[in-house]
C-alpha cells in the first residue's frame, strides 16, 4: 500500500487510491467540478490542480493516482494561484445573476470563490452569450450562460442510464451543453442531473424559483415510492413555511448509500410525492352521520372505531397497503389479529410487469412488502380479492382497510358486494373513491411527517424520520392502532415507533438485534439476508432530528 | 558548414517522383525488403533508436524510444497513426512530402508496422489537404497493386492494410490524442495522459503515432544506416528535417538542412533574406517552430536550429515552421493574429484555454481598437502565465507561450497602444 504526504500528514491508501479520494479521506477536500465519484475522470476542470513535488506541472488530483513516496500540496502558493486561477476562468463568463438564481447557496461557483477564489476581478470584455432558460426536459431546464462545461450530466447520460441525450457542441468559449438532435432529457433518472450540476446550469423546472434554499432543512427519510427504498433526504422550509405555495415537502434528493442507490434516485420518486401536500389529504377522522361522513375529534372516532371492531371480533378481514411502516404492520397485527381475531390480514402482491428498470426502480411500487411479509402477512397474489369475496359471501363483518383504494383496484362492483354484507374502517393519508364508502375514516400521517422503517427488496431496514408535523389532525398508522388499542381496553403505551420497533425487534426473528441506532443512516439487512454477518455499529446521528442545512452535491461532497 | 545532401527533397523537382516507378528506380521499398529479411522487429526500432531520429511534428520526442514503448504483453492489436493533419500555422512541408514522396511515406509505415507488430495503419489527414490526398490515394493503390500494401510482404507473415481517414478541419486534432479520438468517431478532444497512446491509444489499444516527415526519413535510415544519420546532426538528435519558412524572406519555401543549421543562416543564405510587405529589408523577430513558438528577436537568430539548442534559447522547434517578421509588422497585431487563432481552434473541453484564449483574444482586440488601459498587458501575461502547464492538451501552452514571449519582448510596442488609447482619451 503506498504511503504519501498530503499537507504534511502521513497518509497510508489503496493501491489506485486517486489523490482527491485519499485526501477526503484524512479530512482534506480539494475543490472540484468535472470529478463525481459515481462518473468516469474527466479532468476538465482543472479546479482540483494541486502541487505534486518532483512533477514538472500541477497535478489534477481526481486523476493522479497515489504513488509511493508522493509529496502533495493542496495548500501551497502554486496550488492556491491555480485555484484562485481556474475560478476566475469560470467566472470571466458567467452572468452575475446569483440573485435570480436557484443554485444560489448550494453553488460550487461561489462556495469555491469564498474558499478559494477571492481575487480581484480584472475582466473587462463583453461576456460569451449563449442560451438561457431553456427547457431539455419535463423536470430539468438548462442555462448555458452559467453552464462550467464540466460534462457532468453528460457522462451521467452516457455512463448510468446509458441514454445519450445529452452533449456538448461547438468549441472554444462557444461550446454549449445541448440535447443531441432529436431528443428531450426524458430518462426516469433526469432529476439527477440537477443534483450532480454543481452551478445553476441545470435547475428544476418544480423547484425553479420556489424557495431560496438556505431556508431549508434536510432530513434523513426513504423514497415511498418502490421496493428499492431510496435513500433520500426531504426538504422543509420551516422558517417560511408560505413559501412555494404552502408546500411542506419543498423538494426531494437522493442520500448516498452505496447498498441501495448510491448518489442516484428515480424521477418517478422524487416527483412522485407531492401527494403529502395534496388538497386530497385527510385532515380529521371521518364517521357516518345523518346524511354522510362528517368530520370529528379523535377521541368520539375512536370510540365508535373500537364498537364496531368489538362488534365484528373474530369476523374482521384487514387489507393494508404494502407502504406501511414495520411497525405499523406490527402493531396492526398485534391489535387486529392477535387481540382481535381476525382470520386474514392481506397485503397482496404486485404487478411484476409494472414499469421497471436495470437502475434502481423496481416492478413492486411499495416501500415494504418485504417487511409485510417478514411479519407474517399474507403477500401472495390475489390474497385481497380472495377477503372481498368472503366479505362478499358475508363471512366478513367489518373490513379494515389501511391505505388503499379497493374501487380502484378491484372495481366497485366487487367492493359493493363485499360492502353490502359488512362495514368498513378506512385509515390511510389521502381520500379515495374506497374512503368515501366507509363507516369510519380515519387519517394517517404521510411518510415525511412521521419516524418509521422500510424492509426493501433486498431486505434491507432502513429508517426514515419525521421532516414535518402530520398534516391536520392526522396521525402515524401505530399511533392510530394505539388509540384504538386503548380503546378496547388494552394497555399499550408506546410513546414513539422507536419503542414499537424495539418490541418488534424482541418478538421477530428476522428483526432480532435492531434498534433505530443500529439500523442508523445506512440500513441494516434482515436475518436471512445477512446470514452470520453481525449486525452494523449503532449510528447515534441517525437519529439527530434538528434537520440538516442541505449540502449540495449530494452525497458526493 | 559541409554541404548536405537532401534527403526527402532530393527529387521534388522531378515530376514523377510520386510514382511507384520512379520510386522503384533510386532504390524504393528496398530497405523495407532488407529490413524484413534481415532484421527482427526489435532491431529495426534498435536502429531507429540509434539514428537519433526525433519526432518531426513538433515534440521532437526520440522516435525509437516511442516504438519501444508499446507494451510487449498487451494481446490487443496495435495500431500505426500517420498524423498527417499538418495545421500548424506556418507548416507545409506535411504537404509537399505527400505530393511528391508518398511512396516514401507507404514505405516508412511499412517498416514502422513491422517494427511494431501492427496490421493495421491509419493515415489522418488533413481535411484541406485535397491534392495531396488524391497522390496518397493513388499511390496506395499502386502499392497495393505492387503487393507492397494489403499482402504478407517478402515471404514473411508480416502485412500491412492502411485506411485513410479525412479529418474535418479543427486544428486541435493534430495533437495526437485529440487525433485519436477523432479518428475513433468522437469530437476531437485531447484525451487525458496518462494512459499515453503507446500503451492505450485509438480504440483503447497500443498505438504509435509518427508525423509524416518523421516516417519518411525511416526508410532513408535503415538504407544508409543509423551511423549515417545519426552523423548528419548533433549530439542529442539526428539527421536533417524539412524547415518551412514564411513570412518576410525573399524566397520562402521548404528547406531540407541539418538540424545544425543556424537560424541566421537559414534566413540569410538558404530563404533569400529578408522582404518586408512594404519592402523592409530588416528582421524584427522570427517564429522558429510554427506559431506556437515563442518569439526571437532580431538579435536573438544565432541559435542552431535543433530542438535542444531552441529550447534552450527559450523557444522551441516545433512542426519547423520559421515566419520572419520584418520591420514592416506590427508586433501587436502579429500576436492578436495569432491569439485569434488559439481562441478559434481551442476545443474548449477545459477551463484554462477554453476561457484563457477568449480572454487574451478580445483583451488583444480591444487594444488594436484603440481601446487599452492601464494594467492590460501585465493582466495579459498574467492570462497567459495561469493556462500555461495547467491544461489537458499543448494547445493551452500554445496558445500562452507566444502572448508572453511578444510581450515580454516587445514591451514597447505595446505600451505605444496605451499611450495612444490614453492619448485620445
Known sequence: MPKLTIDGREIEVEKGTRIIEAARAHGIYIPRYCYHPGLSIAGNCRMCLVEVEKAPKLMIACQTVCSDGMVVHTKSEKTKTAQAAILEFLLINHPLDCPVCDQAGECDLQNFYLDFGRYTPTFAEPKVKKRKAYPIGKHVILDSERCILCSRCVRFCEEITHTNELGIFDRGDHAELMLAPGQQLDNNYSGCTIDICPVGALTDREFRFQVRVWYLRAFNSICPGCSRGCNIEVHTNPTRPHHAGGERLVRIKPRFNPQVNRWWMCDLGRYGQTWVDSPERLALPLRVAGAGQQPCEWPAAAAAASELLRNARGKIGVIAGAQLANEDFFLAGKLLLDHLEAPAAAVGSFDKNARHDELLLEADKAPNRTGAAALGWDTSAGAERELLERAARGELKLLYVVGRDLVAEFGAELVEAALAKSAMIYQGPLANSTSGRAQMVLPAAAFAERDGTFTNSQKRVQLFLEAFPPFGESKADWEIFQLLAKALGESWDYRSSQEVFEELAKTAAEFAGMTYEIVGQQGAALKSARGDAALPEPDPAALDRRGRIPVAPWGSR | ?425
Open chain 2, 1 to 425: 558548414m559541409p554541404k548536405s545532401q537532401p534527403i526527402l527533397t532530393a527529387y521534388f523537382d522531378d515530376p514523377e517522383s510520386h510514382t511507384l516507378a520512379h520510386y522503384r528506380r533510386r532504390g524504393g521499398y528496398q530497405a523495407l525488403e532488407q529490413a524484413i529479411r534481415t532484421l527482427k522487429p526489435d532491431q529495426v526500432t534498435e536502429t531507429v533508436k540509434a539514428s537519433k531520429l526525433r519526432g518531426l511534428g513538433g515534440a521532437g520526442f526520440s522516435t525509437g524510444m516511442k516504438w519501444g514503448f508499446i507494451p510487449k504483453d498487451n494481446p490487443k492489436p496495435r495500431y500505426l497513426v500517420v498524423n498527417a493533419d499538418e495545421g500548424e500555422p506556418g507548416t507545409f512541408k506535411d504537404k509537399w512530402l505527400m505530393l511528391k514522396e508518398p511512396h516514401t511515406l507507404i514505405e516508412g509505415m511499412l517498416i514502422a508496422s513491422y517494427a511494431i507488430g501492427c496490421r493495421r495503419a491509419y493515415i489522418y489527414i488533413r481535411g484541406e489537404y485535397v491534392r495531396p490526398l488524391e497522390r496518397l490515394k493513388g499511390a496506395l493503390e499502386e502499392a497495393t497493386a505492387a503487393g507492397l500494401v494489403g499482402a504478407p510482404l517478402f515471404g514473411s507473415d508480416h502485412r500491412l492494410d492502411v485506411t485513410i481517414h479525412v479529418g474535418a478541419g479543427a486544428y486541435i486534432c493534430g495533437e495526437e490524442t485529440a487525433l485519436l479520438t477523432s479518428l475513433e468517431g468522437g469530437k476531437g478532444f485531447p484525451k487525458l495522459k496518462p494512459p499515453f497512446p503507446a500503451v492505450e491509444g485509438a480504440f483503447k489499444c497500443p498505438t504509435i503515432v509518427n508525423n509524416v516527415e518523421t516516417l519518411c526519413y525511416v526508410p532513408h535510415i535503415l538504407q544508409r544506416g543509423a551511423e549515417w544519420f545519426a552523423a548528419l546532426g548533433g549530439e542529442r538528435f539526428g539527421g536533417m528535417r524539412l524547415f518551412a519558412v514564411s513570412g518576410d524572406v525573399a524566397a520562402p519555401g521548404v528547406y531540407e538542412l541539418p538540424l545544425t543549421v543556424t537560424l541566421r543562416e537559414l534566413l540569410y543564405q538558404h530563404a533569400g533574406g529578408i522582404r518586408g510587405g512594404r519592402g523592409s529589408t530588416e528582421l524584427k523577430a522570427v517564429i522558429p517552430g510554427g506559431s506556437s513558438a515563442p518569439i526571437l528577436t532580431a538579435a536573438e537568430i544565432d541559435v542552431q536550429m535543433d530542438f535542444d539548442s531552441l529550447a534552450k534559447a527559450g523557444t522551441m522547434g516545433g512542426s519547423g515552421a520559421v515566419i520572419a517578421l520584418s520591420t514592416d509588422v506590427d508586433i501587436v497585431e502579429a500576436l492578436y493574429n495569432v491569439t485569434r487563432f488559439y481562441h478559434h481552434e481551442s476545443c474548449g473541453q477545459c477551463t484554462p484555454c477554453r476561457e484563457g484564449t477568449g480572454w487574451m483574444d478580445k483583451l488583444l482586440a480591444r487594444t488594436l481598437r484603440g481601446g487599452a488601459r492601464e494594467g492590460d498587458f501585465d493582466n495579459l501575461v498574467r492570462i497567459a502565465r495561469n493556462i500555461i502547464g495547467n491544461t489537458i492538451c499543448p494547445l493551452g501552452d500554445a496558445a500562452a507561450l507566444p502572448v508572453m514571449s511578444y510581450v515580454g519582448k516587445f514591451r514597447s510596442e505595446f505600451d505605444a497602444y496605451l499611450q495612444r488609447a490614453q492619448g485620445a482619451a
